[in-house]
Nanobody
Framework: QVQLAESGGGLVQAGGSLRLSCVAV????????MGWFRQAPGKEREFVASISLSGNNPYYADSVKGRFTISRDNTKNTLYLQMYTLKPEDTAVYYCAADLVQLRLRLGKGEYWGQGTQVTVSS
């Protein structure tokens, strides 16, 4: 089992930046593809970005492409989401997820999930 814990959320003004982290309590972190998702109030959870086992092949939702960067450090069992030029519509609870298959993450599925971290972007 993989336990995931997100951090780094907070309140930021539009145009600002934040970096989210997701620490995995699992020695085999490097064997899992990882992803970020978000859920805004009253909306369904949506895919944000995913990354392969080695850190190559990042994939982004169109809504964040060019503004967000997903990365991972397998030596620290940590996944990151660097967010730039934040917009009020980026306000949501952000979740990290792990799965053995990156495609499943891109399809909105994941085997393991964190508890989420709140990101609020004020206008």
């Amino acid at each position: 089992q993989v336990q995931l814990a997100e951090s780094g959320g907070g309140l930021v003004q539009a145009g600002g930046s934040l970096r989210l982290s997701c620490v995995a309590v699992r020695r085999t972190f490097s064997t899992y593809a990882m992803g970020w998702f978000r859920q805004a109030p009253g909306k369904e959870r949506e895919f944000v970005a995913s990354i392969s086992l080695s850190g190559n092949n990042p994939y982004y939702a169109d809504s964040v492409k060019g503004r967000f960067t997903i990365s991972r450090d397998n030596t620290k069992n940590t996944l990151y989401l660097q967010m730039y030029t934040l917009k009020p519509e980026d306000t949501a609870v952000y979740y990290c997820a792990a799965d053995l298959v990156q495609l499943r993450l891109r399809l909105g599925k994941g085997e393991y999930w964190g508890q989420g971290t709140q990101v609020t972007v004020s206008s």
